[in-house]
T-cell receptor
């Protein structure tokens, strides 16, 4: 079992729609959780961090964490073509990040 | 720009050659990390430093790899006797550890191609 698993893509959504991304993790000792966005050929860019159960909203992005279910999600509202990228879920225990393989999102105009 | 910087951005080398990459973290950050990313995968942890001390090395980091952070500022990652399987993006990240959750910020990466 991989430490961090993400729903397989690619995910194609129309402009203005909601994109929903899911992530599960295996280590119950994980302490903090992140979503990074990665454009093709570029490095990961932090878009959201979440540390406690519940929802966290930042602009058009909402992260949800459920530690009992070992589940993290990211909603992108009002999707824009500039949101087309690979989204990486990352889980932190102590110091190092463990990443999922990423979900590629394409927003079609 | 006060973000993490890496040099070079691209490196093409022949199998068997040695290569060295440099990372300059965000100035006040005391932790520095190296990750490797291959196509279609998420980054994989290689090693990390707290100040100048290297505190952990992944099993992915064979004896051909060595990393240093001599004065607790910039870091270098050297790969000796490169192999084609070393072709990847090498990412450096830094964070500030003051207790509590930390956020790692990534540099632009060094893309290595071993021919």
């Amino acid at each position: 079992q991989k430490e961090v698993e993400q729903n397989s893509g690619p995910l194609s959504v129309p402009e203005g729609a909601i994109a929903s991304l899911n992530c599960t993790y295996s280590d119950r000792g994980s302490q903090s959780f992140f979503w990074y966005r990665q454009y093709s050929g570029k490095s990961p860019e932090l878009i959201m961090s979440i540390y406690s159960n519940g929802d966290k909203e930042d602009g058009r992005f909402t992260a949800q964490l459920n530690k009992a279910s070992q589940y993290v999600s990211l909603l992108i509202r009002d999707s824009q073509p500039s949101d087309s990228a690979t989204y990486l879920c990352a889980v932190n225990r102590d110091y190092k990040l463990s990443f999922g393989a990423g979900t590629t999102v394409t927003v079609r105009a | 720009d006060t973000g993490v910087s890496q040099d070079p951005r691209h490196k093409i080398t022949k199998r068997g050659q040695n290569v060295t990459f440099r990372c300059d973290p965000i100035s006040e950050h005391n932790r520095l990390y190296w990750y490797r990313q291959t196509l279609g995968q998420g980054p994989e942890f290689l090693t990390y430093f707290q100040n100048e001390a290297q505190l952990e090395k992944s099993r992915l980091l064979s004896d051909r790899f060595s990393a240093e952070r001599p004065k607790g500022s910039f870091s270098t990652l050297e790969i000796q006797r490169t192999e084609q399987g070393d072709s990847a993006m090498y990412l450096c990240a830094s964070s500030l550890s003051i207790g509590g959750p930390e956020t790692q910020y990534f540099g632009p990466g060094t893309r290595l191609l071993v021919l």
